[in-house]
């Protein structure tokens, strides 16, 4: 006889959460972290799902599965947040997005938590390197030039096989001329990018119970054997290829012709997005000034 009585508990408990999340975000309330006492609970909506959620500010790291429902981290929270931000104007529930087939957009490997609501309401593409829809960064087809109001890339550039600059100068050939790029990658506050595999020109990779060994022979013939890899997510083309700087990052963006960017690190506690850090924060970069 008590189930239900916990069950209604649980879904008022809930309901509570969700509204005090809700008057925060209607009052455009982003919340200031400085403020809340150590260990105290935040109430947040997951963006991508409507879900009520809460959970301390140490527990809302960038990596760490803190949605209930979807199992979003602050990073594919962050996502969405910004490209409703950025391309309508304001933050919204992915939900509550209005159909706007009109505004077209495209994701590199993005997480299904987000790629399918976007898919839902814009005209957006979600692609892949191994596997179809396959767009491979670095050697994009020339149809996809200027087609895109948003281009999303999280935690994808590392992986790119050098020279890392082409993946740039392609992203900025896929947006409209007002397109902007909603961007993250693992980053450093030191002054150059550390690339792993300066010289990658032929290369493979060899598994021997467990241990893998990249070989490479250099433009000019020389063999090279690397050892302890970094994978993220297993490998393959997860492979990171190198470790970018915040300096480095906005030079690149720079060269391949974007207008400007910005470093997207504001937290936005009524949607669970807390970076506690300077590195390794979403950064926005705009094809033209306005």
């Known amino acids: 006889m008590s189930r239900p009585l916990v069950s209604a508990r649980k879904l008022a408990y809930r309901q509570m959460l969700r509204l005090k999340a809700w008057r925060r975000w209607r009052e455009g309330d982003g919340g200031d972290p400085s403020s809340i006492p150590p260990g105290a609970s935040i109430p947040f909506l997951c963006n991508l799902c409507a ?3 809460e959970g301390t500010l140490d527990a809302l790291s960038r990596e760490a599965l803190t949605c209930t429902h979807c199992g979003s981290n602050v990073r594919f929270r962050a996502m969405a947040y910004l490209v409703t931000r950025e391309v309508l104007g304001r933050p919204l529930l992915l939900p509550d997005v209005p159909l706007r087939k009109d505004i077209a957009g495209i ?3 993005d997480a299904e938590a987000y790629a399918r609501p976007l898919a839902e309401k814009f005209s957006y593409e979600n692609t892949f390197f191994h596997t179809e829809p396959r767009l491979d960064i670095a050697d994009i087809d020339a149809t996809r030039d200027g087609r895109y109001d948003f281009l999303i ?3 994808v550039f590392e992986h790119v096989a050098p020279p890392v600059a082409r993946a740039f100068a392609n ?3 896929l947006l409209k001329p007002d397109g902007k790029l909603i961007f993250t990658v693992p980053f450093t506050l030191e002054n150059d990018t550390i690339e792993h595999y300066p010289e990658l020109f032929d ?3 060899a598994d021997q119970d467990g241990n893998w060994t990249l070989i490479n022979r250099t433009r000019d013939g020389r063999e090279q054997i690397f050892t302890d890899l970094v994978f993220h997510g297993g490998p393959g ?3 990171e290829m190198r470790l970018f700087s915040r300096a480095a990052l906005e ?3 720079h060269e391949a012709g974007f207008a400007r960017v910005r470093i997207a690190a504001e937290p936005y ?3 669970g997005i807390h970076w506690p850090e300077p590195w390794s924060v979403p950064m926005v970069a705009y094809a033209d000034d306005n």
Do not use: C, Q, V
Request: hydrophobic letters at 40%.
């Open 269 to 271: 506690l009524p949607f």
């Open 51 to 53: 879900t009520p959620n």
């Open 251 to 253: 030079r690149e963006f």
């Open 153 to 155: 890339a999280s935690d």
């Open 171 to 173: 992203a900025r050939r």
């Open 203 to 205: 290369w493979s990779m």
């Open 237 to 239: 083309s997860t492979l």
């Open 107 to 109: 994701g590199l490997s």
